[in-house]
């Protein structure tokens, strides 16, 4: 038995999971846990290492011991390190979220990131966010989450995040909606939600109110350590 909870939260880009899970994380005292940015760093040092998107026999060899690490970051964010270099902002460009969602779809990428995650997070007092972390990560979870919202909002969001000297809204969408395809339909692991998963739209909601509704749908057994 665990002693603090597990939770997941799952979805497609643009969703929430992120400004999410960090709110959620602080106020539920948890550590959060981004699995995208993982297969994010992995598509990253793949590029530095010369090894195709499309190789997964070798992607799975470079995974298998990612030199990668978390660290808290300013206020509630955290920063993602790669062989001793902090790739945070290197990792979020629109090239690497084409290389995520291409190398992510290869078996031998998936089982060390999953194997990895599952390592990170098995003592509990954590809450995960990406595309199968209810799925496939911790299917046992105290809670799974699957968070959604149009796609013109969520291809907004990301729009706004980048702010001038972005990609244009149009580039944006057109990114949103190609991964959309290529998360939800690949052979392994697509994006999908998890058995007993809570859905949440978000298109209409701030963060503090998704959070307010994930905490007021907390199953009873999930709210082990959660203050109330
Ligand atoms: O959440 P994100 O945009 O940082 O994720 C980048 C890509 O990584 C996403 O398009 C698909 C992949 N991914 C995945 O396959 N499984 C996860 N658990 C998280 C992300």
Known sequence: ??????????????????????????RASLTRLDTG???????????RAGIPWSDGARLGMLC???????????????????????????????EMSM??????????????????QRKMGERGGVVLEG??????VFPDADAKFFLD???????RRRF???GEGGPAFEEV??????????????????????DGAIYIDTTTLTVEQVVDEMLRLLPEPARKGIPA
């Open 99 to 116: 290389g995520a969602s291409e190398v992510s779809v290869h078996v031998p990428v998936r089982e060390a990131m999953v194997a990895l």
């Open 1 to 26: 038995m665990r002693e603090r909870p597990i939770f997941t939260i799952d979805g497609p880009s643009g969703a929430g999971k992120t400004t999410v899970s960090r709110r959620l994380a602080e």
């Open 37 to 47: 940015a993982m297969y994010r760093a992995c598509a990253l040092a793949a590029r």
């Open 131 to 136: 595309r199968d972390t209810g799925t496939v």
């Open 64 to 94: 298998a011991d990612l030199p990668i690490v978390f660290r808290p970051g300013e206020g509630s964010g955290t920063r993602i390190v790669l062989s001793g270099e902090d790739v945070s902002e290197a990792i979020r460009t629109p």
């Open 149 to 155: 919202a149009a796609a013109a909002v969520r291809a």
């Open 173 to 194: 969408l057109k990114e949103v909606l190609l991964r959309d395809i290529q998360d939800s339909t690949r052979e392994h692991s697509p994006l999908r939600v998890a």
């Open 160 to 162: 706004l995040e980048w």
